[in-house]
């Protein structure tokens, strides 16, 4: 068995791990670490939940502790990219812990906070950078902070970073680096054109693979529940009430399909709230810190909580609607069964999300099993809404979303015409039950008072 001891890390950094809960390194942790450390580029893939911030992370810090001189005013040492706020606060927090005790001096710069605050605790420069793309270019612009003399750049949920949403952002950054550096990418999906990208921000990397790319852990019960749009609303409420006092995350493909469904939850009577790019940080990071803490069962979200984000009791995650990005399926049902433990993940798919369950089912390079419902015919796919055209949530009067059966339409779990039987390409699967495990909180009992979260980040 591999221990930390063995991997060459920092005496200083191996006397914090006991206390920040790491006994044995994970298979990431032990195949990349070494490399790092020997000052190799590096991308690394593994599943969601199986400890790449610190695979890349304890390494990191080794490096800096190896060679102490200070970064002088307003220069970067090292510098860790992340595309969401809530990453960004996560990965600076397990940094925070391996550094207690040592000189290393880590900077958190995201949107949403006061620039000029930033700018400040940058003045005497940092050893560790660790922020989101849209704040750091403020930043550089601003002429508050150089990457002259940063010697190493990581890309955490690197797939995303080099997506076209990002690109052009790490492109601007990327001129202002020096040629000569270390570069860590580590994602838990890696799409080869995505790939193609990545292979030019890295020399004679290294590639550490642990799991096929796209593959989710093991301990996560999948399924697929055909129902037609309008009674989305209702399904998840019978799916919630099963297990009562439980951790779930719902995600909404928008942000105001979130709100609505946050909303309709908490009139039915679920502690429920939404989080989405449109909510201050202040928000955001409250309404972590109350799911985080069991003050609220049932966090309802956009895509910007599907990556990297750590909740480790999470026991079910709804796909309420089919992701448009299929890899995003992976990262939003690797929010449960963290670390080893079990998890359930139920997609309620629409006659207009056909096409991308199809494209999810790529990516794993096998079908969802169907525990509801069966797969749309190909005229009722034909005849859905295609997104945009009144396909979002809306409830009728009264506060729930509309369930009545859109005409002509059949019986919910009734098979639509012309359908395939439900087990003739797909695999049958045990409907996700709740486990053992005890909820985190007892039903009805009285929250405890809502804690308040930092202000922060921007995207």
Same mark, same amino acid.
């Given at each position: ?70 970064? *002088? ?84 949920? &690197? ?81 919630? @009430? ?34 989405? *790019? ?73 006659? &207009? ?39 979002? @949530? ?17 019986? @919910? ?47």
């Amino acid at each position: 068995m591999t221990t930390f001891a063995e991997l060459g890390l920092s005496p200083k950094l191996l006397a914090a791990l006991p206390a920040a809960g790491f006994t044995e390194p994970t298979p990431i942790q032990a195949q990349a670490i070494p490399h790092v450390v020997r000052g190799r580029d590096l991308m690394g893939l593994a599943q969601t939940g199986t400890g790449k911030t610190a695979a890349f992370g304890l390494p990191l810090l080794t490096r800096l502790l190896d060679v102490t001189h200070p970064a *002088g005013p307003r220069n970067v040492r090292s510098l860790i990219l992340a595309p969401t706020r809530e990453l960004v606060q996560q990965i600076y927090e397990h940094l925070y812990a391996f550094t207690r005790g040592t000189p290393v001096k880590l900077t958190m710069v995201v949107g949403g906070a006061s620039i000029n605050r930033q700018s400040d605790r940058l003045a005497k420069g940092t050893d560790c950078l660790i922020a989101t793309p849209g704040r750091l270019i403020d930043l550089l612009e601003r002429g508050d902070v150089s990457l002259e003399r940063c010697s190493y750049l990581v890309l955490d949920e &690197a797939d995303h970073m080099l997506d076209m949403g990002f690109i052009h952002a790490l492109r601007t950054i990327a001129r202002h680096l020096p040629h000569k550096r270390q570069t860590l990418l580590f994602s838990a999906t890696m799409p080869k054109d995505i790939e193609e990208i990545a292979a030019t921000y890295l020399r004679e990397p290294v590639r550490v693979q642990v799991n096929p790319p796209g593959k989710p852990a093991e301990k996560i019960i999948q399924g697929v529940h055909f129902t037609p749009q309008g009674d989305k609303g209702r399904l998840l409420e019978s799916y919630l @009430q099963k297990h009562p006092g439980e951790a779930a995350i719902v995600f909404s493909r928008t942000k105001h399909g979130a709100d609505k469904i946050a909303k309709f939850l908490v009139g039915w009577g679920f502690n429920a709230i939404a989080i989405h *790019g449109n909510r201050s940080q202040n928000q955001r990071e409250r309404a972590l810190a109350d799911f985080r803490a069991g003050q609220v069962d049932v966090l309802v979200a956009t895509d910007v909580a599907a990556r990297g984000i750590d909740i480790p009791l999470v026991r079910h995650v709804y796909n309420y609607d089919m992701p448009n990005v299929p890899e995003n399926y992976v990262h939003r049902i690797g929010r449960t069964a963290r670390a080893g433990a079990d998890g359930a993940a139920v997609s309620f798919c629409a006659p &207009a999300e056909m096409e991308e369950l199809r494209a999810v089912e790529k990516v794993l390079n096998k079908p969802v099993p169907v525990i509801g419902g069966a797969p749309w015919a190909m005229e009722a796919v034909a005849a859905a809404p295609k997104p945009g055209q009144n396909r979002g @949530q809306r409830p009728p009067r009264g506060g729930r979303p509309q369930g009545g059966k859109p005409q002509g339409a059949k019986p @919910q779990g009734a098979k639509p015409a012309g359908a395939k039987p439900a087990g003739a390409a797909r695999p049958k699967a045990a409907r996700p039950e709740g486990g053992a495990q005890a909820p985190r909180r007892a039903v009805g009992a009285k929250p405890a008072p809502t804690s308040q979260g930092r202000s922060g980040p921007r995207r």
